[in-house]
């Protein structure tokens, strides 16, 4: 018998490279949902509005915002839970599988050169 790749959707669950599926893992048509799952919401925060170790930087002129992206490491799935790194939306609720995960933020601007380093020295009174 020559070996051939399971088909998802042919209505056999062939294990072990087809298994209950979650999101974009797995293959629920044929072999159901994963469903070790939890409703996981995610609230952020702008980082200089939230008056960081007690810092009020609201009265420091930035020319831009700090900008960041994110996505989930999921251990179960051996794999990021979202297809792409997602921009935050303030509340973002995501199912994740149960086990360890870990949330990963990536920050896409730097705010170094987006404000005078006069006025924070000022603002500081350093």
């Known amino acids: 018998r020559v070996f051939t790749d399971p088909v ?3 209505g056999l669950c062939e294990s072990p490279m087809e298994y209950a599926g979650f999101g974009r893992f797995g293959c629920q048509i044929d072999c159901g949902r994963y469903t070790n799952t939890t409703m996981v919401n995610f609230r952020f925060a702008d980082l200089l509005s939230s008056k960081p170790g007690g810092w009020d930087l609201s009265g420091v002129n930035f020319q831009s915002r700090l900008d960041f992206t994110y996505n989930v490491w999921s251990e179960a799935m051996g794999d990021y839970i979202l297809a792409s790194d997602k921009t935050p939306t303030g509340n ?3 199912e994740l599988p149960d086990g360890n995960c870990m949330l990963e933020l990536y920050q896409t601007n ?3 050169e987006s404000f005078d380093r006069s006025n924070l020295i000022r603002f500081l009174g350093i």
């Open 110 to 112: 730097s705010l170094l």
């Open 8 to 10: 998802c959707g042919d």
């Open 92 to 94: 973002d609720i995501i």
